[in-house]
């Protein structure tokens, strides 16, 4: 049988993405800060591009073990810096760096970074019925709370659109077009 999806794109990697991560609400601290800092990487490119270098981020980046991340040095960020294997921009892996200490902050106030982001939400995904991606915005009024807070809270790389592709791609937006299959599945957990 065909499924019907709401990305046209023959690429395993993004095609296994869609089915089986986008839009699955996510509650695992490790995960909550991998998909924050690759979607922080993103800004300005492509999810595929990110897609196709998310294992080498996760080796360079200590399985994103935002414990070890905090902890960097000016030596680990010079070695980031002159890995080919990711994103070598400067701002995007300090971002990651100071990123992991107001993650740890976050932990340490509220219990988990769980717990305060779907906060947000009160603790359930917002069911979208788009029927076109043209309809999809790129930010919405909470996507720009989240990311203020986040900002006063001393996060970097977490504007508005960032935040809700982050919210988007951890499940507390389904925007899954109405006619795509996963849409169905993720609003029968």
């Known amino acids: ?50 897609l ?22 000016e030596d680990k960020i010079n070695l980031l810096l002159n890995d080919r294997e990711i994103i070598r921009n400067s701002l995007k892996i300090n971002a990651a760096v100071i990123n992991a200490k107001a993650f740890l902050k976050i932990q340490k106030q509220y ?4 717990k305060y982001l779907w906060s947000f939400t009160e603790n359930k995904p917002i069911i979208n019925e788009y029927k076109d991606f043209k309809d999809v915005p790129s ?3 909470l996507s720009e709370t989240i990311s203020k807070d986040l900002r006063k809270k001393g996060f970097k790389f977490v504007g508005p659109t960032i935040i809700y592709a982050f919210m988007q791609a951890i499940g507390m937006v389904n925007d899954h077009l109405v006619y795509c299959y996963r849409y169905h599945e993720i609003n029968k957990k």
């Open 1 to 50: 049988m065909n499924k019907k999806r709401c990305w046209k794109t023959e690429d395993t990697l993004m095609i296994k993405y869609h089915d089986e991560e986008w839009g699955n609400p996510i509650h695992d601290d490790t995960k909550l800060y991998e998909f924050l800092i690759l979607e922080g990487v993103q800004a300005g490119l492509s999810w595929q591009t990110i």
């Open 139 to 141: 930010k919405t009024e």
């Open 52 to 73: 196709n270098r998310r294992e080498n981020y996760r080796i360079a980046f200590d399985q994103f073990d935002y414990r070890k991340i905090a902890l960097y040095d």
């Open 111 to 114: 219990g988990s970074f769980d």
